[in-house]
């Protein structure tokens, strides 16, 4: 259960803008995640969330970005694992199915590790689709995917 919020908070910091624990508390309530604002306060030290100023001027809770490599492959591994159920590719893009409201989440994860090869992605509700600079690129990225999910 966990995993599946943490994995909800990232999704939701990514597609809004909240900048408290209230809100994010309210967010995580609407969307099933019965928690109370200490384990709210966990999350956010646990995921190492920051406030970062936004575009339109107002602090909100986004991931840092200096974070060591292996608690970024940690969450990264939590969250793909829970959230992916198969991967393949035609060509130079790969697809990556996911279980309902979870591709956005795993997505974020994905581009946080920042692998060579990738031009760009676009997550969809159950589905991740990565652009990869050439078929052996894809071919490279699908390997150590399933690597991953034991595939």
Do not use: P
Not at 58 to 82: L, V
Not at 111 to 116: H, K, L, N, P
Not at 122 to 134: E, K, P, S, W, Y
């Amino acid at each position: 259960m966990k995993s599946k919020r943490h994995t909800k908070i990232l999704e939701l910091i990514s597609e809004m803008s909240i900048d408290t624990q209230e809100e994010l508390l309210k967010q995580l309530n609407r969307s099933g995640f019965t928690v109370t604002q200490a384990t709210v306060s966990r999350d956010i030290k646990e995921l190492r969330l920051v406030k970062k100023l936004g575009s339109n001027g107002q602090y909100r809770y986004a991931t840092g970005h200096n974070e060591d490599k292996y608690n970024i492959s940690f969450k990264f591994h939590a969250i793909f694992t829970e959230s992916v159920n198969n991967v393949d590719y035609a060509q130079n893009i790969v697809v990556v199915k996911c279980y309902t409201g979870m591709a956005s989440a795993a997505c974020a994860a994905l581009d946080s590790m920042e692998w060579q090869g990738i031009v760009g992605t676009v997550a969809g509700d159950d589905t991740i689709l990565f652009v990869m600079r050439n078929e052996k690129a894809a071919i490279d990225l699908v390997a150590q995917l399933k690597k991953l999910l034991d595939m």
